[in-house]
T-cell receptor, first 114, second 114 residues
């Protein structure tokens, strides 16, 4: 069965600094991979997704993620963080061939210092 | 504007009562989902439906029930059999499985047992 690990529960960065949020997955084949963002008390918004092709994926709000098969990772990056990026970020994995089942990580809460 | 509407935003329930959470979408999506979110646990799938009059149990279906009589609506009933119902509940929809298309989320309903 597939699973997702986000090893960092909470991260604090300074505004303007670079950001990398880690995501490791467990799955026997190439999965579908997603990053979502959640503001407090709100639903989730899709940042980016990987299905196939180029392993570096560009998303909204200046985020990108890189799929590394050898490391079973799909880390989220942003070169310069803005105060509005403070939120909780979820990595999710879906199994190819399975129906309608996304497995979410436990989330990483990002705080941005002025 | 197209989107997913969950109501109410906050809901209080006495122990032993059943409550129903509403989820309506006007995106013409076939698939709809209910997730439960608890602090530090990410999102867990309760039920999902790929078409009208059909739905499947997710990972934590015990104590919950759903119906899908209309394409636009996917209400979730939290029954008295659910031992720990206090949580944040998120409804989502997608045009097909979430693997190929973006899953859109509602703003959530926070349920508290008093």
């Amino acid at each position: 069965a597939q699973s997702v690990t986000q090893p960092d529960i909470h991260i604090t960065v300074s505004e303007g600094a670079s950001l990398e949020l880690r995501c490791n997955y467990s799955y026997g084949a190439t999965p579908y991979l997603f990053w979502y963002v959640q503001s407090p008390g709100q639903g989730l918004q899709l940042l980016l997704k990987y299905f196939s092709g180029d392993t570096l994926v560009q998303g909204i709000k200046g985020f990108e993620a890189e799929f590394k098969r050898s490391q079973s990772s799909f880390n989220l990056r942003k070169p310069s963080v803005h105060w509005s990026d403070a939120a909780e970020y979820f990595c999710a994995v879906g199994a190819r061939g399975a129906t309608n089942k996304l497995i979410f990580g436990t989330g990483t809460l990002l705080a941005v210092q002025p | 504007d197209g989107g997913i509407t969950q109501s109410p935003k906050y809901l209080f329930r006495k122990e032993g009562q059943n409550v129903t959470l509403s989820c309506e979408q006007n995106l013409n999506h076939d698939a709809m989902y209910w997730y439960r979110q608890d602090p530090g646990q990410g999102l867990r799938l309760i039920y999902y439906s790929q078409i009208v009059n059909d739905f499947q149990k997710g990972d934590i279906a015990e104590g919950y029930s759903v119906s899908r009589e209309k394409k636009e609506s996917f209400p979730l009933t939290v029954t008295s059999a659910q031992k720990n119902p206090t949580a944040f509940y998120l409804c989502a929809s997608s045009s097909r499985g979430p693997m190929n298309t973006e899953a859109f989320f509602g703003q959530g309903t926070r349920l508290t047992v008093v």
